[in-house]
């Protein structure tokens, strides 16, 4: 399979006054595994629900495989090969873990069809054994630990086998023995050539997965290239990574920038 | 069975569907209490076809049902543009229109009610009662119950994850709408007779009342809520006869009622039925049953 390639082109929301995308391009390259970083608030989950469909553009493009897709409803852009997880958790709260994995592949479902079909149940049980969660299909999510939410949303956008797969923190608020199931779940699901972009703040796992990355701040792209490079260039440094090496530009520029 | 018991019983089987019929919408996250208004054109639509037109029983439950449900259907779509509260008291004024509509049409009756002569029994309510249930366990296991049930916990992501949201609502409500009608169709029948004072307000509120206290979030919820709201206050009213120390429930049985109703919502706050609650008595049955695992 090959991995879908998302190109934003230009483009800029703003809620009321307040610009939160300002005229951003950047492009996601089929197949590869692009990070998408940046301080708190600089429009990271917000390029996720534009491309997503949760919040319309105000002007521009988002191009997927070259495809306009800004303006097709958002239930349908799952059909066009785009799924994700949330940064906060958004699994469905009274439904089990198989129906919350299920409902990755529902809108390749007709409606009559019975929900826990052989077929259906069986693809979602493999999805979650090779997720490592295969104990607990029948259980209500509500009551499992957070760790396992997390990747049963990882496994639930699976399921919906996109050509790109967006992840929002998925390393979050995870230990380090299931940091590393995860980043060996995405590597195979890279390996079938998927396009993973993901917004993450563990630099260890962005540097250990990504082979791209690409860093906004405010709305705007301040650099892309390989993760090497993004720890490297000073601008990133300044404003996101800070560096031990020089604490008083970094503290300087930031609150410069912010008043 | 005596005809007092018999009578109670065929209450709580239509009480069941009509719960039912409020339980699909919430089940999808919509709150309905407008279950008296397609009771009532279910109600009118059958006992009219049975006691004017001289249709059989079953044809005329049916169409009571497709008629209610085709005026859920056109009704849902202005109420789905309304959220919350505001879903509430539009579905409440549309019940309250229905009221005075049949009021006012003098081939109904009018504030006389209407008297049918065509009696729907046990043998008729048990096994369209049945059929209800098997119907609604069934919409459930389907994609389009997974998809009601998805909705009722989160718009956003469902519609994100492809489904049809304002289909899956009017489905809901359509289907609701239906069977609140076929649920009217057998109350006329019971009674033989139906007028607008049959199902106030306080109807739809105790139906709404059945499937919340009960449970949305399985079939067995809006069972459970009937059971209680029926049962419940007759054990009561039979507790005053028992004893003189018990006459006070006579008159005060609805308070012990209240207060019961009460705490049920501070002890299961999501209805007595849940999810979770099956999942452990299931638990329990897979321990007796394989006592190897146990320890």
Redesign the interface.
């Known amino acids: 399979m090959n991995g879908a390639e998302l190109t934003l082109a230009n483009v800029s929301k703003s809620f009321g006054g307040l610009m939160v995308i300002d005229h951003l391009g950047f492009t996601v390259k089929g197949g590869s595994r692009t990070a998408l970083i940046g301080p708190n608030g600089a429009g990271k989950t917000t390029v996720f629900n534009l491309v997503s469909g949760v919040y319309s553009i105000d002007d521009g493009k988002i191009l997927l495989d070259g495809e306009d897709i800004s303006t097709v409803p958002p239930a349908r852009r799952i059909g066009h090969g785009m799924s994700r997880s949330f940064q906060n958790i958004r699994l469905m709260p009274h439904l089990s873990t198989l129906e919350n994995v299920m409902l990755g592949e529902h809108w390749r479902r007709r409606a009559f069809s019975l929900a826990r079909g052989r077929r259906a149940v069986e693809a979602a049980k493999s999805a979650l054994a090779d997720a490592g969660l295969q104990t607990y299909p029948g259980q209500v999510v509500a009551n499992l630990p957070y760790g396992i939410q997390k990747r049963i949303e990882v496994v639930r956008a699976l399921l919906a086998e996109p050509k790109i797969l967006m992840l929002d923190e998925p390393a979050a608020g995870l230990n380090t023995a299931e940091t590393d199931d995860l980043r060996g779940l995405l590597e195979r699901v890279s390996a079938r050539g998927v396009t993973l972009l993901i917004v993450e703040h563990d630099m260890q796992f962005v540097r250990r997965l990504c082979d791209h990355v690409v860093v906004l701040n405010f709305g705007q792209l301040i650099f892309e290239g390989t993760p090497d490079e993004v720890h490297r260039d000073p601008s990133v440094i300044e404003a996101y990574l800070g560096a031990d090496s020089q604490p008083k530009p970094v503290q300087a520029t930031k609150t410069a920038q912010v008043s | 069975m005596s005809g007092y018991m018999s009578g109670v019983l065929a209450v709580l089987l239509i009480n069941t569907i009509i719960a039912y019929s409020v339980f699909l919408p919430a089940a999808a996250g919509l709150l309905n209490l407008g279950a008296a208004g397609f009771v009532l054109i279910g109600g009118y639509t059958a006992g009219g076809l049975t006691s004017q037109a001289g249709w059989p029983l079953a044809p005329a439950i049916l169409a009571a049902g497709l008629f209610a449900g085709a005026v859920a259907f056109v009704l849902a779509f202005p109420i789905l543009r309304t959220r919350g509260v505001y879903m509430v008291l539009a579905t409440f004024a549309f019940a309250e229109v229905v009221g005075g509509i049949c009021l006012n049409i003098p081939s109904l009756g009018g504030a006389t009610g209407l008297s049918v002569s065509t009696y729907a029994g046990l043998p008729v309510v048990i096994p369209t009662t049945v059929c209800v249930g098997v119907f609604v366990a069934w919409l459930l296991?389907?994609?389009?119950?997974?998809?009601m049930?998805?909705v009722?916990?989160?718009e956003?992501?469902?519609?994100?994850?492809?489904?049809?949201?304002r289909?899956v609502q009017v489905?809901a409500f359509t289907v609701g709408g239906a069977l609140g009608g076929i649920g009217g169709a057998l109350l006329v029948h019971q009674f033989n007779f139906i007028d607008v004072q049959t199902t106030g307000v306080l109807f739809s509120i105790y139906v709404l009342l059945y499937v919340l206290i009960g449970g949305t979030?399985t079939a067995w919820g809006p069972v459970a809520g009937a059971l209680f709201f029926t049962v419940v206050p007759e054990i009561l009213r039979s507790m005053s006869k028992l004893d003189a120390s018990m006459k006070f429930l006579e008159t005060g049985r609805f308070i012990v009622f209240g207060i019961a109703v009460v705490l049920i919502m501070i002890a299961r706050p999501e209805g007595m039925i849940?999810?979770?609650l099956i999942?452990k008595v299931?638990g329990l049955f897979r321990r007796r049953s394989s006592p190897e695992n146990a320890g």
């Not at chain 2, 296991?141 to 998809?147: N, V």
């Not at chain 2, 956003?156 to 949201?165: D, H, P, R, T, Y």
């Open positions: 296991s389907t994609r389009l119950g997974l998809a049930r998805a009722h916990d989160d956003n992501v469902s519609l994100l994850f492809g489904v049809n949201l289909m489905a979030q849940t999810r979770t999942e299931q």
